[in-house]
């Protein structure tokens, strides 16, 4: 029996992304376990009271840009999975959506029914 043709080596194929040396990878980790551990501290400051949702939601920090609306709603008291879910229905927001891509429209109008 003929061998299975050989696949392409890693780096020729496309849409996979280049290699990394060590150092990056391990400064991307560091950089990803601060944001992690910034985002739960401000979750338990939000559960606490300590933070409003209304000033993280129009003028976020930098590491809060990528974290989901969804997630960042959940941790205000008295919102579970429902009412979190009603809410961004009625603003026309998927569940899906990370704070820096709301547009401005979507922002506007959360945080006025937040406000309510």
């Given amino acids: 029996m003929p061998a299975a043709p050989q696949s392409p080596a890693r780096t020729q194929s496309a849409g996979l992304a280049p290699e990394r040396s060590l150092t990056q990878r391990m400064d991307a980790l560091k950089r990803a376990n601060e944001i992690r551990t910034r985002r739960a501290r401000l979750k338990r400051d939000l559960k606490a009271g300590r933070a409003q949702i209304h000033g993280l939601l129009l003028d976020p920090p930098e590491y809060l840009l990528t974290a989901k609306v969804f997630d960042l709603l959940l941790a205000v008291p008295k919102y579970g999975r429902v009412k979190v879910n009603r809410i961004l229905t ?27």
């Fill in 90 to 116: 009625h603003c026309r927001i998927s569940p899906s959506k990370t704070i820096g891509g709301l547009s401005e429209r979507q922002r506007n109008e959360l945080v006025s029914y937040l406000r309510r």
